[in-house]
Every structure is written in C-alpha cells, then in structure tokens.
C-alpha cells in the first residue's frame, strides 16, 4: 500500500524566530555598526559589571570614609575650633560653623580620591596584567570608545561614593542650603573627572610599573589634598606655597561646593574660573587619554 501524497504546492517551513515571535538575530554587520554607535555604553556596562568583584571596597569606600571623616571632624576637631572662637567668613559679613566649612572640601576630596584610584592601576591593568582593552579593541570598538567607556563607568562610581557622601553631610547637619547643596554632587564629579582623565592619560603611557603610581600618591595627591583649602582658607597659606592651590582642581572643585552648600560669595568671574579651568583639564586629559590609548593599541 502506498502513502498518500500530499496535495498543492510545498511550502517552506516557517521561521520558528517568526513563529515564537522573537526577533530574528543580528546579523554580523549590523552587529559591528551597533557597537560602532553604541561602544562606549557596552564597554561602560563590562566596567561596571566588573566593579561589583570589588563591591566591597566600593561600599567601604561610599560609607566608611564619610563616617570616619565626619565623627573626626564633626564631632572632634569641629567642636575645638568652634570653641576657641574662630570664624570662617561666608563673604557676605556672616560666618559658618567649621564643619559647614570643611564639609564640600571633604565631598570634593573623596572624588579626587575614587578618581586616582580609578585611573592608575586600573588603566595599566588593562594594558599589561588582565589585558582587558585588546579584546574590545580587536572588536569593531575604537580605542576612543574605550576611553569614554572608561570615563562613564568611574564617573558611575564617583556618583555612588558623592551621592553616599552628601546624604551623610546631610544627617550630620554639614549642609546650610540642601535645595542647592545636592549640586556639589556633580561639582565634586566635575573634580573628579578633571583630575581622573589627565591621570588616565599618564597611566596609558607607562609600560612598566616602577612605583610612579606611589610618586603621584605622595607628591600630588597628598600635597592637593593639604594645600588646596580643604582644613583651612587658601588665603592663610604663605604666598610661596598658595601656588598649588590655584593650580588644583580640589580647591576649584571646593569653591564651587562652597558656594552651593552655604552659600559662600565670591566675584562671578572667579566662579566662571572654577568651572572653565576643570572643564579644561577635563577635555585636555580626554583628547590626551584618546591618543595613548590609539598609540598603546596599535602597537
């Protein structure tokens, strides 16, 4: 006995993407100009992803310092100064209490900190131990994506860390004008980039590690970190020294959180200062970040 044929024309079986309504794959091409457009955005999300292995110390680094900073100055050097009676001018004939004075500098100063964290041995990781940028680079990705994914996925961690930072400045009564003071948030981001992306550029240029990374920490982080207005006035300091202030982006970045938290007054043209010069360090350490990072991959 023999089968019955079917009857009418063959048909091609369906598309079984088409028939469980999902979307058929990318094709190759159309896979490399997504990750032409959006490059920066993908790398930024492996950066991020790969920040929760030390999630930890991301955390401490969000809330221990800010709480170890602020009993020690709040609760302790605070309460002497304020004692002995001195005053820290508003500039418009009031003054504020030491804590309210140190309080941007300390918010400002945690994201110098995340930022030379961020931008030194990561960067030469990277390149020599995990090798993490040749892979993406091998990719249609550019060695410029890597760079900008580079920059989003810190800053993501310097708006963890600030925004930690200032609601702590907020409980413990630092903050004189909350409804412009959460502004410090992006000053302080804005320092942090304009430090982070010129040091990125360094990072991406060294071959070996021979404790230039221990230099910078000792002879620029440290010294911006005690010269730059951040215990006391800049104005105090021996005009010999008061150089290293001008020349921080810690001292700009505190300006401007002390005009948002308590409302500090200064001439507008030196405001426009603050903002013009760390946006200038910020696109020269980009364009400099970019070229190492095209010189260091094309090898």
Excluded: C
């Excluded at 079984?16 to 159309?30: F, I, K």
């Excluded at 004075?101 to 131990?129: D, R």
């Excluded at 404790?211 to 920490?217: K, L």
């Excluded at 200038?280 to 070229?291: D, H, M, N, S, Y």
């Amino acid at each position: 006995m023999t089968e019955r044929q079917p009857s009418g024309p063959i048909t091609a079986p369906a598309d079984h993407h088409a028939v469980l309504g999902l979307r058929s794959p990318l094709t190759p091409e159309e896979t490399a100009v997504r990750a032409r457009r959006f490059g920066a955005l993908y790398y930024a999300e492996h950066w991020v992803r790969r920040m929760r292995g030390y999630g930890w110390t991301v955390l401490m680094t969000a809330v221990g310092t800010p709480l170890v900073y602020l009993f020690g100055m709040g609760v302790g050097l605070a309460s002497l100064v304020d004692t002995s009676g001195a005053a820290f001018d508003a500039g418009n004939g009031t003054s504020v209490s030491y804590l309210s004075f140190v309080a941007p500098a300390l918010l400002a100063t945690a994201a110098i900190m995340v930022a030379s964290e961020e931008n030194t041995y990561t960067v030469m990781g990277g390149f020599k131990w995990h090798r993490t940028y040749y892979g993406p680079n091998a990719s249609p990705l550019s060695s410029g994506q890597l760079v900008d994914g580079h920059l989003i996925g810190f800053s993501v961690r310097l708006l963890i860390t600030t925004g930690t930072y200032f609601a702590f400045l907020l409980a413990f009564g630092a903050v004189d004008r909350p409804a412009t003071a959460w502004l410090m948030i992006f000053t302080a981001i804005l320092g942090g980039v304009a430090f982070g992306l010129p040091l990125m550029a360094f990072s991406a240029s060294l071959e070996e590690d021979k404790g230039q990374f221990a230099m910078v920490q000792r002879f620029i982080v440290m010294p911006l970190f005690l010269f730059s207005g951040t215990f006391f006035p800049l104005e105090s300091l021996p005009g010999a020294i008061r150089w290293i202030g001008w020349i921080s982006p810690l001292w700009h970045s505190t300006e401007l959180g002390r005009i948002l938290s308590y409302g500090y007054v200064e001439p507008p043209a030196l405001t426009a200062v603050h903002l013009a010069y760390l946006l200038l360090l910020a696109v020269a350490g980009w364009l400099l970040a970019r070229r190492n990072f095209t010189r260091r991959l094309g090898k």
